[in-house]
């Protein structure tokens, strides 16, 4: 097949988000993707972008009586987002001119002004090749130049009216063993839950670099639902726009663009879904990010936000120790466990208090710290219903099975 059909993922796969989306749920008849704008021609063309990125194992073909179509199981250990990137065909003239500007600053002892490099690196490229010596190589060597500092490989910085420009040390190279070891097991941690994993797949490359191992599977991000993909690029720009203090446009399907200023990205993993809480005026809205069909950060100042304080109430304990010994066991075990602060100490007991937004959800808790705390009296009821639920439990178990 032809570069461009390889290219034509990686350029524009936001317009698969809705045929992906309808996929997810089940719809997989032509006739019925006409039904929401996708003309057979347009599935047709979808279903063959899909083939190239997609495990052959995740796609079913089924037949009924004259008539097939494609389902898609969308469970995997793969990274589809990230292998859609290896797939991406680039010219080799591209490769050229990156690797040799790469080279000519890595042997260069000090740093270079955009001419020196332009100069070098065509000196070099007609040392190797004189056939690649295009008439508009200058421009296009500055382009890559700039393209190269965009994406952090060169760092830039200016002096008497000239850029000079020099590459990037690898931070990770700067790392000792024990930093490392860290790094990893933070990573390893995170790969667990993490949803954006194109960028955590060239992240672990760096990592493999430095363990010098091939072992494909030394971390895996997971990102089990392939449609999910789609999601990442509204999730980045929402991260962008929180990060920059600035207001963003979501538009959703069959709404109007709606400009908000967002607040956080919550992700429920039961159910491996995002939202994005957001603030307008004074309303507070909460939207699933796969039901966003666009974003666009605008030139406007985040909207000043205040969450309302939280209404707590508190609970006593009355702790009982025999010794200082215990008394510090006690105290090492409620740390791990709850805030709380002393208010009070007698011989063998203390008090404290615990604030909580809803007690009854803090209850189950409570049962860990038995029976040497004792839940004293208060208006929320929690002593009586650990006392009914102590004698639930004697009712079932009083007699021997």
């Known amino acids: 097949m032809s570069a461009k059909i390889f290219n034509k993922f990686n350029r524009s796969y936001k317009d698969l988000r809705k045929f992906l989306r309808l996929v997810s749920y089940g719809c997989y008849h032509r006739t019925q993707f006409s039904k929401y704008g996708i003309t057979p021609r347009t599935y047709d063309d979808f279903l063959r972008q899909l083939r190239f990125f997609i495990s052959f194992e995740n796609i079913q073909v089924h037949r009924h009586e004259k008539f097939s179509y494609t389902t898609f199981s969308g469970y995997s250990s793969e990274n589809y987002l990230y292998r859609s990137f290896l797939l991406k065909t680039v010219l ?20 270079l002004s955009l001419s020196e490099i332009v100069e070098l690196v065509s000196e070099k490229i007609f040392e190797m090749n004189p056939e690649k010596l295009e008439k508009d190589l200058p421009q296009i060597l500055r382009r890559r130049v700039k393209a190269l500092e965009n994406s952090g490989v060169l760092t830039s910085y200016l002096e008497n009216g000239k850029f000079f420009y020099r590459r990037f040390k690898n931070p990770l ?16 941690f995170y790969k667990n839950f993490s949803l954006i994993s194109a960028a955590g797949y060239f992240f672990v490359d760096s990592l493999q670099e430095i363990f010098q191992t091939s072992t494909p599977n030394f971390f895996q991000f997971k990102n089990n639902n392939f449609v999910q993909i789609l999601d990442e690029d509204i999730l980045f720009l929402t991260l962008e726009a929180i990060n920059n203090k600035r207001q963003i446009s979501y538009k959703r399907e069959n709404h109007p663009p709606l400009a908000v200023t967002p607040l956080a990205i919550e992700t429920d993993f039961l159910c491996c879904r995002q ?3 957001a603030v307008r005026g004074k309303d507070t809205f909460k939207f699933r990010a796969d039901k966003i069909v666009d974003a666009e950060i605008l030139n406007l100042p985040a909207q000043n936000f205040s969450p309302p304080k939280k ?8 702790v009982a120790f ?3 010994a215990e008394r510090n066991k006690r105290i090492e075990f409620l740390n791990a466990e709850i805030d709380f602060k002393i208010i009070d100490e007698g011989q063998n007991f203390f008090i404290c208090a615990i604030a909580v937004e809803d007690p009854l959800q803090f209850y189950p808790r409570l049962w860990k710290f038995q029976p040497w705390a004792k839940i004293l009296p208060g208006v929320d009821g929690l002593r009586e219903r650990m006392l009914n639920d102590a004698k639930e439990v004697l009712k079932n178990y009083a007699e021997p099975v």
Do not use: C, H, M
């Open 92 to 111: 080799p003239e591209y490769f050229l001119y990156n690797i040799t500007i790469l080279q000519i600053l890595e042997r260069a002892q000090k740093p």
């Open 173 to 188: 190279g700067e790392l000792s063993p024990n930093e490392i070891k860290i790094l990893s097991a933070a990573v390893n």
């Open 275 to 277: 939202y994005i809480w």
């Open 311 to 318: 209404k707590l109430r508190e609970i006593k304990l009355r």
């Open 322 to 324: 025999q010794d200082a």
